[in-house]
């Protein structure tokens, strides 16, 4: 699950894409033009995000440090 935009989303896809948001767009537009992949679900705030991976098992998704996510598990970059 991925945010549409922010600083979040700007770090996730520096660090662990290797790619910006323009070269991540264009990389998902290729992959569901050419049927070989649905995009990411993207959601444009991090509380639409939580509410879906809290309410659908197996669901993995990013936030900011700062996101209240009591409900979920966390992982850390650390």
Do not use: C
Request: hydrophobic share 35%.
């Amino acid at each position: 699950m991925t945010l549409i935009s922010g600083d979040a989303h700007k770090a996730f896809l520096k660090k662990f894409v290797n790619k910006t948001p323009i070269q991540f767009t264009t990389y998902w537009k290729k992959q569901v033009y050419t049927g070989k992949a649905y995009r990411p679900k993207s959601f444009a705030t991090e509380k639409e995000l939580i509410d879906y991976v809290v309410s659908h098992d197996g669901s993995v998704g990013y936030v900011s440090g700062n996101a209240d996510v009591t409900v979920v598990k966390v992982l850390s970059q650390k």
